[in-house]
């Protein structure tokens, strides 16, 4: 069992539309990180969030963390091409800050 | 340009080989990670420096090691290569202590394949 997992794991969809996009866990977390990963580049950070049942807005994004800080889900309103990427959600581990862990992603593509 | 800069960007070679990949930080950044991005495994922790001594260990084989030097920059050594060491291998830098401590800043990555 994964510590994070992410769902739905592929999304396709056109531009315009609206979706959301899940990271769920088991475990209680202090603060958890949302990523995106273009093609052959390195994963860049969106956005921290560490309260519960925060909100976060990032333009078309939005970002919330589950009231038990346990889940995680990111809602992209209206769709463009230039979101297309992976997704990924990712919590600290350990003692050391900067160890983190990742879900395994969601793989968007908005098609034209 | 995140300022995280690695090299080379894809490499290709045998079995058996061994090879070193580069990383130099963001300015400023004293923390430097490596983390291994395969279809199997997902990203995956590997090893972490801070300000040249080893900080935390990961998933990281025997078979590998790393070391930052005293300019900061890291290298990670893959030796013994196998088929399914072949995956993307990406160093991220962060801020020494305090609230920047857990914001990564990652490369574009060196491809890794094993042939």
């Known amino acids: 069992t994964q510590l994070l997992e992410q769902s739905p794991q592929f999304l396709s969809i056109q531009e315009g539309e609206n979706l959301t996009v899940y990271c769920n866990s088991s475990?209680?977390?202090?603060?958890l990180q949302w990523y995106r990963q273009e093609p052959g580049e390195g994963p860049v950070l969106l956005v921290t969030v560490v309260t519960g049942g925060e909100v976060k807005k990032l333009k078309r994004l939005t970002f919330q963390f589950g009231d038990a800080r346990k889940d995680s889900s990111l809602h992209i309103t209206a769709a463009q091409t230039g979101d297309t990427g992976l997704y990924l959600c990712?919590?600290?581990?350990?003692?050391?800050?900067?160890?983190?862990?990742f879900g395994r992603g969601t793989q968007l593509t908005v098609w034209p | 340009d995140s300022g995280v800069t690695q090299t080379p960007k894809h490499l290709i070679t045998a079995t058996g080989q061994r090879v070193t990949l580069r990383c130099s930080p963001r300015?400023?950044?004293?923390?430097v990670y490596w983390y291994q991005q395969s279809l199997d495994q997902g990203l995956q922790f590997l090893i972490q420096y801070y300000n040249g001594e080893e900080r935390a260990k990961g998933n990281i084989l025997e078979r590998f090691s790393a070391q930052q030097f005293p300019d900061l920059h890291s290298e990670l050594n893959l030796s013994s290569l196998e088929l399914g060491d072949s995956a993307l291998y990406f160093c991220?830098?962060?801020?020494?202590?305090?609230?920047?401590?857990?914001?990564?800043?990652f490369g574009a990555g060196s491809r890794l394949t094993v042939l």
């Open positions: 300015s400023g950044d004293l923390s």
């Open positions: 990712a919590v600290d581990r350990g003692s050391t800050l900067g160890r983190l862990y």
């Open positions: 475990s209680v977390f202090s603060s």
């Open positions: 991220a830098s962060s801020a020494h202590s305090g609230v920047g401590a857990n914001v990564l800043t």
